[in-house]
């Protein structure tokens, strides 16, 4: 995967104000071009399907749904001075395009584990699951204490979930009556005008014979569930 250099200072930006973030530093001011080179950004060149838990599969009945639907691709990105950050991609009207820039790795290391199976996150607890035939098995500390150490079955899987956010999703009497907002299973990509401490994000074109090139797109933000993060 390539990256126009205008993108590369783009994504280099977001890694210096990274920095600043968690050194409880005021984000929005601008970078100079000296701290920008020296993130020196680069982009992993594998990009990862990413597949999130269905909102059919939570209110339906076992076997009536799949358990998650794709939700977005995830490609892996890296300072010069070691951090690391994922790219979501979402189809646009025409592109594929970078919808939030987080820091960190789930978003492409739990996807690489999927072999034979499928790999998908239950984004409410921020938990990360490796279905495989009817073996539901937790990839993280959030999915274990959720199945368990040994995992469960799918069809328990679904009785749980059902539990959890049946009765909270969109139209239920739960989100009539004002309670909490109520719960919705999506990938919990946000798609806002940014703010003051934003930075340009990037698009994704694909090119004939399946490469991908990165160019300039919507901006980016940070903060979320203790993560920098950035949506356009």
């Not at 594998?46 to 639907?69: C, D, I, K, Q, W």
């Not at 995830?74 to 987080?102: F, H, P």
């Not at 990839?139 to 749980?160: F, I, M, P």
């Not at 694909?206 to 993560?227: E, H, P, S």
Request: proline share 3%; no cysteine; hydrophobic share 40%.
């Amino acid at each position: 995967m390539a990256a126009d250099r205008q993108t590369t200072e783009k994504v280099a930006r977001y890694f210096v104000r990274l920095d600043r973030h968690r050194a409880g530093q005021f984000t929005a001011a601008g970078v100079s071009k000296a701290a920008a080179d020296a993130k020196a950004p680069t982009l992993d060149g594998r990009v990862h399907p990413v597949y999130s838990l269905n909102p059919a599969f939570v209110r339906g009945s076992y076997g009536s749904a799949e358990v998650a639907t794709f939700a977005y691709l995830a490609v892996g990105a890296r300072s010069a001075t070691g951090q690391q950050a994922s790219l979501w991609l979402t189809k646009g009207a025409r592109n594929w395009e970078v919808t939030n820039i987080i820091s960190g790795t789930e978003e492409t290391a739990y996807p690489a584990k999927a072999g034979t199976g499928t790999v998908f996150t239950e984004p409410q607890i921020n938990a990360w699951y490796r279905l495989d035939g009817d073996r539901v098995t937790g990839l993280n500390e959030a999915a274990r204490t959720s199945v368990g150490a040994r995992g469960t079955t799918l069809a328990s899987y679904q009785a749980l979930v059902h539990a959890r956010y049946a009765d909270k999703m969109p139209g239920s009497k739960y989100v009539r009556e004002g309670r909490l907002g109520g719960v919705t299973p999506n990938t919990g990509v946000r798609t806002g005008d940014g703010d003051g401490g934003g930075v340009p994000g990037i698009a994704l074109i694909a090119l004939a014979g399946g490469g991908l090139t990165l160019v300039t797109g919507a901006a980016v933000r940070l903060g979320r569930r203790g993560r920098a993060s950035a949506s356009g």
